[in-house]
């Protein structure tokens, strides 16, 4: 298994895929990725948040009660609406690490490998999306 020790108390990983409320431009996406940043510096969470044709799937990691507040919000955020939980488990291992929270604009010809995904396929692409990173995704 690829990933980074976690040597802190309870960690959580949470992944889930939601509508935006409106047609995004990438620079409000980016807006978002900036103001998420932010707040995921100094509570110690990591992942991936992708945009794909108007639709989020994002990756979340860290210690179990702030995942847990975080998503709470998430849920209510009016930015999106049909917000489903798609995974929810304890790890022993942070995948994005050394890469705080990564986010990308998904291209149209990109959309299908992610959209038609099934969740297990899902993981493995966002797994394989942390192994990949430092490479310039």
Same mark, same amino acid.
């Given at each position: 298994? #690829?990933?980074?020790? &976690?040597?802190?108390?309870g960690?959580?990983i +949470?992944l889930y ?7 995004l431009t990438?620079v %409000?996406f980016?807006?978002i990725?900036?103001?998420a940043?932010s ?10 948040i992708? &945009?794909?044709q108007g639709? &989020? ?9 702030v995942?847990?507040?975080l998503? =709470?919000?998430i849920e209510v955020d009016?930015? #999106?609406?049909?917000?489903?939980l798609? +995974?929810e488990? =304890?790890s #022993?291992?942070?995948y994005f ?6 986010s990308?604009w +998904?291209? %149209?010809? %990109?959309?299908p490998?992610i ?8 993981i493995?692409k966002? +797994? #394989?999306?942390s192994?990949?990173?430092? %490479?310039?995704?």
């Amino acid at each position: 298994m #690829h990933g980074y020790p &976690f040597s802190g108390n309870g960690l959580k990983i +949470i992944l889930y895929r939601s509508v935006a409320d409106k047609n995004l431009t990438q620079v %409000e996406f980016n807006g978002i990725v900036e103001a998420a940043n932010s707040f995921n510096s100094k509570n110690g969470i990591t992942g991936l948040i992708l &945009f794909v044709q108007g639709r &989020f799937f994002q990756w979340i990691e860290g210690d179990d009660e702030v995942v847990n507040q975080l998503y =709470s919000r998430i849920e209510v955020d009016p930015r #999106h609406r049909y917000v489903q939980l798609l +995974i929810e488990r =304890s790890s #022993h291992v942070r995948y994005f690490e050394k890469w705080g929270m990564l986010s990308s604009w +998904i291209l %149209e010809k %990109e959309a299908p490998g992610i959209l038609c995904a099934s969740d297990g396929e899902l993981i493995q692409k966002f +797994i #394989h999306y942390s192994q990949i990173a430092g %490479e310039g995704f």
